[in-house]
Protein backbone atom coordinates (compact mmCIF):
# COMPACT_ATOMS: atom_id res chain seq x y z
CA UNK A 1 0.00 0.00 0.00
CA UNK A 2 1.11 3.66 -1.01
CA UNK A 3 1.10 6.07 2.16
CA UNK A 4 0.61 9.43 1.66
CA UNK A 5 1.75 12.38 4.14
CA UNK A 6 -0.26 15.59 3.67
CA UNK A 7 -2.87 17.39 5.81
CA UNK A 8 -6.68 17.95 5.22
CA UNK A 9 -6.15 21.99 4.07
CA UNK A 10 -2.84 21.00 2.18
CA UNK A 11 -4.07 22.23 -1.52
CA UNK A 12 -1.09 20.43 -2.94
CA UNK A 13 -2.05 17.32 -0.89
CA UNK A 14 -5.28 17.61 -2.28
CA UNK A 15 -4.41 17.37 -5.61
CA UNK A 16 -2.76 14.41 -4.78
CA UNK A 17 -5.92 13.09 -4.40
CA UNK A 18 -8.08 14.44 -6.72
CA UNK A 19 -5.62 13.22 -9.38
CA UNK A 20 -5.86 9.60 -7.22
CA UNK A 21 -9.50 9.78 -7.05
CA UNK A 22 -9.49 10.57 -11.19
CA UNK A 23 -7.28 7.68 -11.55
CA UNK A 24 -8.90 5.11 -9.54
CA UNK A 25 -6.18 4.46 -6.90
CA UNK A 26 -7.46 5.46 -4.21
CA UNK A 27 -7.61 2.11 -2.71
CA UNK A 28 -4.07 2.03 -3.15
CA UNK A 29 -3.22 4.91 -0.71
CA UNK A 30 -3.35 5.20 3.15
CA UNK A 31 -3.78 8.78 3.64
CA UNK A 32 -1.55 9.87 7.11
CA UNK A 33 -1.85 12.94 8.14
CA UNK A 34 1.68 15.05 8.88
CA UNK A 35 2.69 17.78 11.17
CA UNK A 36 4.99 19.60 9.50
CA UNK A 37 5.92 22.02 12.71
CA UNK A 38 6.17 19.04 14.82
CA UNK A 39 9.96 17.89 15.35
CA UNK A 40 8.98 14.62 16.31
CA UNK A 41 6.96 13.99 12.95
CA UNK A 42 8.73 11.45 11.17
CA UNK A 43 7.74 13.53 7.97
CA UNK A 44 11.32 15.19 8.31
CA UNK A 45 12.72 11.87 7.66
CA UNK A 46 10.53 11.22 4.73
CA UNK A 47 11.37 14.24 3.24
CA UNK A 48 14.58 16.02 4.02
CA UNK A 49 12.42 19.33 3.65
CA UNK A 50 9.51 18.36 5.94
CA UNK A 51 7.22 19.61 3.14
CA UNK A 52 3.59 18.34 2.26
CA UNK A 53 2.76 16.09 0.38
CA UNK A 54 5.37 13.14 0.42
CA UNK A 55 4.20 9.73 -1.05
CA UNK A 56 5.64 6.83 0.55
CA UNK A 57 6.07 3.64 -1.94
CA UNK A 58 5.56 0.43 -1.16
CA UNK A 59 9.64 -0.46 -1.51
CA UNK A 60 9.98 2.41 1.17
CA UNK A 61 11.31 4.92 -1.41
CA UNK A 62 9.64 8.61 -1.09
CA UNK A 63 8.26 10.71 -3.46
CA UNK A 64 7.85 15.00 -2.93
CA UNK A 65 6.98 17.32 -4.03
CA UNK A 66 3.46 17.35 -5.43
CA UNK A 67 4.52 17.57 -9.11
CA UNK A 68 6.40 14.61 -8.94
CA UNK A 69 3.71 12.49 -7.03
CA UNK A 70 1.10 13.06 -9.30
CA UNK A 71 3.23 12.52 -12.44
CA UNK A 72 3.96 9.08 -10.72
CA UNK A 73 0.35 8.27 -10.30
CA UNK A 74 -0.64 9.30 -13.61
CA UNK A 75 2.18 6.88 -14.80
CA UNK A 76 0.42 3.93 -12.43
CA UNK A 77 -3.02 5.02 -13.80
CA UNK A 78 -2.38 4.95 -17.55
CA UNK A 79 -1.22 8.49 -18.47
CA UNK A 80 -4.92 9.66 -18.32
CA UNK A 81 -4.16 13.23 -16.81
CA UNK A 82 -0.65 14.43 -18.22
CA UNK A 83 -1.50 13.98 -21.79
CA UNK A 84 1.41 13.46 -24.22
CA UNK A 85 2.51 15.51 -27.35
CA UNK A 86 2.47 19.26 -27.28
CA UNK A 87 -0.58 19.18 -25.00
CA UNK A 88 2.03 17.66 -22.26
CA UNK A 89 3.46 20.70 -22.08
CA UNK A 90 0.47 22.93 -22.08
CA UNK A 91 -1.15 20.99 -19.11
CA UNK A 92 2.44 21.13 -16.88
CA UNK A 93 2.02 24.91 -17.68
CA UNK A 94 -1.17 25.13 -16.17
CA UNK A 95 -0.24 23.49 -13.25
CA UNK A 96 2.76 25.51 -12.73
CA UNK A 97 0.04 28.01 -12.80
CA UNK A 98 -2.35 26.96 -10.62
CA UNK A 99 1.04 25.79 -8.19
CA UNK A 100 2.52 29.07 -8.32
CA UNK A 101 -0.95 30.73 -6.99
CA UNK A 102 -1.02 28.33 -4.30
CA UNK A 103 2.45 29.25 -2.91
CA UNK A 104 1.32 32.54 -3.33
CA UNK A 105 -1.78 32.28 -1.17
CA UNK A 106 0.34 29.71 1.17
CA UNK A 107 3.05 32.81 1.95
CA UNK A 108 0.18 35.21 2.72
CA UNK A 109 -1.21 32.66 5.33
CA UNK A 110 1.88 31.91 6.66
CA UNK A 111 2.94 35.83 6.85
CA UNK A 112 -0.59 36.49 9.01
CA UNK A 113 -0.08 32.71 11.18
CA UNK A 114 3.98 33.37 11.87
CA UNK A 115 4.56 36.59 12.41
CA UNK A 116 3.14 38.69 14.65
CA UNK A 117 0.96 41.81 13.47
CA UNK A 118 3.41 44.41 14.19
CA UNK A 119 6.20 42.40 12.20
CA UNK A 120 4.31 41.30 9.19
CA UNK A 121 5.48 43.47 6.50
CA UNK A 122 2.34 44.20 4.26
CA UNK A 123 4.70 44.93 0.96
CA UNK A 124 5.13 41.22 1.34
CA UNK A 125 1.91 40.10 1.16
CA UNK A 126 0.35 42.63 -1.33
CA UNK A 127 3.08 41.60 -3.69
CA UNK A 128 1.83 37.72 -3.01
CA UNK A 129 -1.85 38.92 -3.40
CA UNK A 130 -0.93 40.43 -6.91
CA UNK A 131 0.68 36.87 -8.12
CA UNK A 132 -2.44 35.38 -7.30
CA UNK A 133 -4.35 38.48 -8.59
CA UNK A 134 -2.86 38.43 -11.93
CA UNK A 135 -2.95 34.46 -12.06
CA UNK A 136 -6.82 34.22 -11.61
CA UNK A 137 -6.73 36.80 -14.14
CA UNK A 138 -5.04 34.73 -16.60
CA UNK A 139 -6.94 32.00 -15.48
CA UNK A 140 -10.42 33.57 -16.30
CA UNK A 141 -9.37 34.68 -19.73
CA UNK A 142 -7.71 31.83 -20.77
CA UNK A 143 -8.79 28.40 -19.05
CA UNK A 144 -12.64 28.98 -17.88
CA UNK A 145 -13.60 26.85 -20.73
CA UNK A 146 -14.28 23.65 -19.54
CA UNK A 147 -12.23 20.76 -21.11
CA UNK A 148 -13.07 17.25 -22.66
CA UNK A 149 -10.74 15.04 -20.62
CA UNK A 150 -9.59 16.07 -17.04
CA UNK A 151 -6.12 16.63 -16.99
CA UNK A 152 -3.28 18.05 -14.53
CA UNK A 153 -3.40 21.52 -15.14
CA UNK A 154 -7.32 21.20 -14.41
CA UNK A 155 -7.18 19.56 -11.10
CA UNK A 156 -4.54 21.74 -9.88
CA UNK A 157 -6.80 24.97 -10.89
CA UNK A 158 -9.79 23.57 -9.04
CA UNK A 159 -7.27 22.81 -6.02
CA UNK A 160 -6.03 26.48 -6.01
CA UNK A 161 -9.50 28.19 -6.41
CA UNK A 162 -10.64 25.35 -3.24
CA UNK A 163 -7.71 26.75 -1.27
CA UNK A 164 -8.74 30.35 -1.92
CA UNK A 165 -12.08 29.79 -1.06
CA UNK A 166 -10.79 28.24 2.36
CA UNK A 167 -8.59 30.48 3.58
CA UNK A 168 -9.73 33.67 1.85
CA UNK A 169 -13.10 33.43 1.88
CA UNK A 170 -13.86 32.96 -2.01
CA UNK A 171 -13.38 36.84 -2.38
CA UNK A 172 -12.06 35.28 -5.94
CA UNK A 173 -15.30 35.10 -6.60
CA UNK A 174 -16.97 38.55 -6.92
CA UNK A 175 -14.57 39.39 -10.10
CA UNK A 176 -13.92 36.10 -11.52
CA UNK A 177 -17.65 34.79 -12.99
CA UNK A 178 -16.14 32.44 -16.15
CA UNK A 179 -14.08 30.39 -13.13
CA UNK A 180 -17.22 30.34 -10.72
CA UNK A 181 -18.77 28.32 -13.66
CA UNK A 182 -15.67 26.46 -14.61
CA UNK A 183 -14.97 25.02 -10.67
CA UNK A 184 -18.82 24.30 -10.85
CA UNK A 185 -18.19 21.69 -13.61
CA UNK A 186 -15.60 20.69 -12.33
CA UNK A 187 -16.99 20.08 -9.04
CA UNK A 188 -20.17 18.11 -10.70
CA UNK A 189 -17.57 15.71 -12.95
CA UNK A 190 -15.48 15.09 -9.58
CA UNK A 191 -17.19 13.89 -6.95
CA UNK A 192 -13.83 13.47 -5.25
CA UNK A 193 -13.66 17.38 -5.23
CA UNK A 194 -16.36 17.72 -2.40
CA UNK A 195 -15.02 14.70 -0.28
CA UNK A 196 -11.98 16.62 0.09
CA UNK A 197 -13.37 20.12 0.84
CA UNK A 198 -11.98 21.40 4.35
CA UNK A 199 -14.72 23.64 5.74
CA UNK A 200 -13.16 26.84 7.79
Not at 15 to 24: F, H, Q, R, S
Request: proline share 6%.
Amino acid sequence: MLVLRSSPASPFGRKVKLTAAILGLLDRIEIVDADTLNPGDSIRQQNPLGKIPALILENGDVLYDSRVIVDYLDHLGGGRVIPNGPERFTALRDQALADGIMDAALLQVYEGRFRQEDKREPKWVDHQADKVRRGLDHAEAHLSTPGQNLQIGQIALACALGYLDLRFGGRWRESHPKLVAWLADFEARVPAYAKTRVTP
